[in-house]
């Protein structure tokens, strides 16, 4: 029994925040959201090469040939700078549908990006900067290049996650796999991860601004009201981590218990990431209320992929289905 | 910073257990099921439960299960965090009694080893290991509760130093009803003020001039006590981890019981499943909102138990754990309480009665209510987070 993560992992995961501390800060995120542009293509070449988008992608396809343990860290650490564009989507589901295909070099080399609507969304999130969609009938998959869909733009709050309804889908693309609910799965338990980083980020806004901001001749964060409601947030955030993790630790080892750990994770992390978002906006006070306020920016990630592959009733119905029996 | 695809696969989490780890848990196993008293022992909060406790601690001790994760040495199996898990699991599944010893095996007997003398651990070690003594923890007084470093209670030193002379009183001591010993935290420099000049002193609950008063809990039944202290004698030779070291000696015994040692998961993951149990027995399929909850405590106990797994792994490779042992005070404490409502509202109309039709839960559901109280306030814990993990300036 060891529940930790190797050195290999961890540092691989310090250099990955460290880059987008220095190359990817709120400002660039912003200036995303403001070009409409829907991701950062200089930021997408740069996790190609680190071998970051590709590291699920077996080695014969010029990935890293990575197991979802050595991945987990690296989607946190993408969910604490809230990399904008379909990041999750391209790492796991895309590096595990199409692995042997013809676009899995373009998956390793960045010229090809993944969006996915494996669960019947009805608005695609990142469909105009991906190449190839992967759809579903039933439990197969098909992937389709997005030139070949009509796309009809949808304005979403993430502007960091542009959303279309997509029409011409019924009978182009290729079948990539029959294992929907592993690529779900995989979907579901990257958004837990990614929103494991969005909330510590937002707690981390949070304590700067509430050692800064003074009132009343005292730092805002010397109110005990401000601390408890921090250190509740907290509470959530790390009781989550280890739910997360071990989802991981289930899809890598395709256990038996899978769908009921990812659905724990996803559920956890999503009322985590919840708390952490009003906690922090609460501690800012009206200037959280702002549109130039960057907590928006990760506020807005996490609401829309709190209900993104599978909403809270969902996964909650699969952990009582796994513990309780099924309804 | 670039790292082959070899380097990286290289993946040693490991979630299974080790073929000595499936051993251990079958040995332990195997013992429990033929020893464990078929019907419940009286609650240990009473004259009787309290020996018949102390009779199952025996036994333990001479299967060398009492104290697992000790050094063999003194009655142990040298058991490692990991270890010390599965054997709380195997414990709490097999329905063993409570720990009447908990006081001492999982908070005192950790800190002797960590701080004391050899001939403290000699002279200590041993006879907690077989519960032959008992302890009582000494730290709350009447006006000093959260408050813990402006206790009152004095020892000063006799005319040839060699021993304590104690005045003061404590409250609140769990078991000191019936334990033998008690260990606590004086003022032994009259001139100090909070956490400086409390030195940490062990005393025989029947030296002469403590006066134990039992004091009925929520339950009606004696679970904790007030001791008065009016010139008690103790030795020097009793003093734990130096004059004057007594705020961080308790700190470090604090940090046990927040920490992983005294509340195990498997406690609490045992209460989920009966919860479940009985969820399935009474509850009403159709009634999704209680559906909800049981599931939410499922995961939240579960979310403990993996949790607890990567605190030992991090203590196994060399980390420590320090304020972040508070975010587990709050959390099992809390849990346990909703575990316990979720549980009387299953039972609806037989939760009010102390014998139902049911499994008994009212009982658990008064204890679970002490759980943010004892050992720090959660209030405090919050403090002690905001302050120490999110880095928020005092108040
Ligand atoms: C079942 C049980 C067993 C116990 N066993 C022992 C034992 O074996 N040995 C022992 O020494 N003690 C024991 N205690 C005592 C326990 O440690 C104290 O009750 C606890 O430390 C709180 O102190 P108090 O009761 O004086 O409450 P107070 O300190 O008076 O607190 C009352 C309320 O005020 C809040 N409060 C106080 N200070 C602050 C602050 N700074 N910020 C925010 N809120 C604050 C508290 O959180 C609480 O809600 C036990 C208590 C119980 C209930």
């Known amino acids: 029994m060891k529940f930790s993560f190797t050195s290999d992992q961890q540092q691989f995961a310090a250099g990955l925040r460290e880059m987008l501390e220095r190359e990817f800060t709120a400002a660039h995120l912003r200036q995303v959201w403001e070009t409409g542009a829907g991701h950062d293509a200089a930021l997408w070449s740069r996790l190609a090469e680190m071998g970051v988008l590709s590291m699920m992608l077996p080695e014969a396809d010029g990935g890293m040939g990575g197991s979802f343990v050595d991945t987990i860290l690296l989607i946190e650490e993408l969910g604490r700078a809230a990399v904008p564009g379909p990041v999750i989507e391209t790492m796991t589901v895309g590096a595990l549908a199409l692995a042997g295909t013809p676009w899995a070099a373009g998956v390793a080399d960045g010229s090809v990006a993944v969006t996915a609507a494996l669960m019947g969304e009805r608005y695609v999130p990142h469909t105009a900067v991906a190449g190839v969609v992967l759809l579903s009938d039933h439990d197969s998959i098909r992937a389709i290049e997005t030139s070949q869909l009509q796309l009809t733009e949808v304005e979403g709050i993430d502007h960091g996650r542009q959303l279309v309804t997509l029409a011409g889908t019924e009978t182009a693309g290729v079948f990539v796999g029959s294992d929907r609910e592993t690529a779900t799965d995989a979907g579901s338990l990257a958004a837990a991860a990614y929103l494991l980083g969005l909330s510590s980020r937002m707690l981390a806004i949070a304590g700067d601004y509430a050692r800064d901001r003074r009132q009343f001749g005292q730092p805002i964060g010397s109110f005990q009201a401000v601390k408890h409601l921090m250190a509740d947030a907290l509470l959530k955030v790390e009781f989550a981590r280890p739910a997360v993790y071990r989802a991981a630790w289930s899809h890598a080892t395709d256990s038996d218990t899978r769908a009921r750990d990812v659905s724990m994770a996803k559920s956890l992390a999503s009322d985590a990431a ?6 922090a906006l609460q501690v800012h006070g009206a200037i959280g209320y702002t549109w130039e306020c960057d907590l928006q920016l990760f506020m807005k990630k996490a609401w829309a992929l709190m209900p993104a592959w599978g909403s809270a009733s969902y996964h909650r119905r699969r952990v009582s289905d796994a513990v309780l029996g099924p309804r | 910073m670039y790292l082959t695809p070899r380097q990286i696969r290289y993946a040693p989490m490991d979630l299974t257990e080790t073929a000595d780890e499936q051993a251990f848990r079958a040995e332990a ?3 429990l099921e033929a020893n464990v008293p078929s019907a419940p022992l009286p609650s240990f909060d009473t004259a ?9 601690e025996a036994k333990l001790y001479e299967g060398r299960w009492s104290a697992v994760s000790w050094p063999v040495e003194y009655g142990g199996r040298g058991a490692d965090y990991v270890k010390w898990l599965i054997f709380e699991e195997e414990y709490w599944r097999s329905g063993a009694p409570g720990r009447v010893s908990q006081n001492g095996i999982f908070l005192l007997g950790p800190t002797i080893i960590e701080v004391g003398t050899p001939e403290q651990k000699a002279r200590f070690l041993p006879a907690m290991a077989k519960s032959d003594e008992i302890w009582a923890q000494a730290w709350s007084e009447p006006d000093a509760g959260s408050d813990m470093a402006s206790i009152r209670s004095k020892a000063a030193l006799s005319d040839d130093g060699s021993e304590w002379i104690i005045n003061g009183q404590k409250i609140w001591a769990s078991r000191a009803a019936w334990a033998d010993w008690c260990f606590g935290i004086f003022r032994t420099d009259p001139e100090s003020s909070r956490h400086k000049g409390l030195t940490f002193i062990l005393m025989p609950l029947d030296t002469p001039g403590i006066t134990v008063r039992p004091i009925a809990q929520l339950d009606g039944d004696t679970g904790f006590a007030e001791i008065f202290f009016d010139d008690v004698h103790v030795p020097i030779e009793n003093t734990l981890g130096g004059v004057g070291n007594g705020w961080s000696v308790a700190m470090a015994t604090a940090g046990f019981e927040r920490g992983v040692s005294l509340r195990s998961p498997a406690r609490f993951n045992v209460a989920v499943d009966r919860l479940i149990k009985l969820w399935i027995k009474i509850g009403d399929p159709d009634d999704d909102t209680m559906r909800d909850a049981v599931t939410d405590l499922w995961m939240q106990a579960e979310g403990y138990r993996l949790h607890t797994y990567m605190t030992v792994t991090k203590l196994l490779e060399g980390g420590h754990i320090g ?4 975010l587990n005070k709050i959390f099992w404490s809390e849990m346990d309480v909703r575990a316990h409502e979720l549980a009387l509202q299953l039972l609806g109309p037989d939760a009010e009665r102390i014998d ?8 658990g559901f008064l204890f679970s209510l002490s759980g943010p109280l004892y050992a720090g306030t959660n209030e405090i814990q919050r403090n ?12």
Not at chain 2, 48 to 56: A, D, P, S
Not at chain 2, 356 to 363: A, I, K, L
């Open chain 1, 274 to 279: 919840q708390k952490a978002a009003r906690s």
């Open chain 2, 29 to 31: 196993r195997a013992w």
């Open chain 2, 384 to 395: 002690i987070i905001a302050d120490r993990v999110l880095n928020l300036p005092r108040g």
């Open chain 2, 48 to 56: 009787e439960g309290f020996e018949l406790h102390r009779q199952w």
């Open chain 2, 356 to 363: 139902g039709p049911h499994e008994r839960w009212v009982d």
């Open chain 2, 323 to 326: 304020s972040e042992s508070s």
